[in-house]
């Protein structure tokens, strides 16, 4: 079973920065599509960001496009959230997802594996 472990989330306020991690427990990262999901409250869960097994592909949701950044380092099996301008509209948990398609993909239900989030909370 495939493990997921997100970190680096807290508090910032609008317009700082965090970078997320994803430590994935899998040796072989590079079977696997990942990508950023978040959850604010009282909303549905939606993705944010994807990367393709090679990092060839990636796709942002329109509401971070040029904010966040997602890069991924499959030697070290983690993926990175870099997240910059931040937003009160960004607070939300942030969780990283994998799925063993080559297609990179921001639909919740597409993904197989979670993590167990991280918050966000952009606040002054």
């Known amino acids: 079973q495939l493990q997921l472990v997100e970190s680096g989330g807290g508090l910032v306020q609008p317009g700082g920065s965090l970078r997320l991690s994803c430590a994935v427990s899998?040796?072989?990262?590079?079977?696997?599509?990942i990508a950023w999901f978040r959850q604010a409250p009282g909303k549905e869960r939606e993705g944010v960001t994807c990367?393709?097994?090679?990092?060839?592909?990636?796709y942002f949701a329109g509401s971070v496009d040029g904010r966040f950044t997602i890069s991924r380092v499959n030697a070290k099996n983690t993926v990175y959230l870099q997240m910059t301008s931040l937003k009160p509209e960004d607070t939300a948990i942030y969780y990283c997802?994998?799925?063993?398609?080559?297609?990179?993909?921001?639909?919740?239900?597409?993904?197989?594996?979670w993590g167990q989030g991280t918050p966000v909370t952009v606040s002054s």
């Open positions: 990367i393709s097994r090679d990092g060839g592909d990636i």
């Open positions: 997802g994998a799925r063993r398609s080559g297609s990179c993909s921001l639909n919740p239900l597409s993904n197989e594996y």
């Open positions: 899998e040796f072989a990262l590079d079977y696997y599509t």
